[in-house]
């Protein structure tokens, strides 16, 4: 595996605001864990969801990490390709259009 890939390996925390135009704001607030696969990383969040004033819920997302020259192509977990960034990249930021969805990613 690459080393700048490797450098991810381990557990971080993760904030999420998610904004919904039909509906109320959204925030996700838990960990991320980056676990080698022997290609790679299977990314994998986890935490408490909160939708405007309802109730939080846990929720859960992962997504495969590769490596590909110094960028991180960050696939879902079917292997669709999501978004790339380049690993030495500060404040890295991305936009996947999925119509009718626009995910802004943006990594400090």
């Known amino acids: 595996m690459p080393r700048g890939l490797m450098e991810f390996a381990g557990e ?3 904030t ?7 509906g109320p704001l959204g925030w996700f607030e838990g960990a991320a864990t980056l676990t080698p696969d022997g290609v790679g990383f299977i990314y994998t969040e986890a935490g ?3 939708l405007g004033t309802a109730a939080a819920l846990q929720a859960e997302r992962c997504y495969l990490w590769r490596a590909d020259g110094r ?5 879902f977990h079917d292997h669709r390709p999501f978004h790339r960034f380049e690993t030495h990249a500060v404040g ?3 936009r ?3 119509d ?3 995910y802004d990613v943006v990594y400090a």
């Open 96 to 98: 996947h259009c999925c």
């Open 48 to 50: 408490l969801l909160t």
């Open 12 to 14: 971080r925390t993760l």
């Open 71 to 75: 960028l991180i192509e960050v696939l």
């Open 100 to 102: 009718p969805d626009i």
């Open 16 to 22: 999420r605001a998610i904004e919904d135009h039909f």
């Open 92 to 94: 890295m930021r991305e």
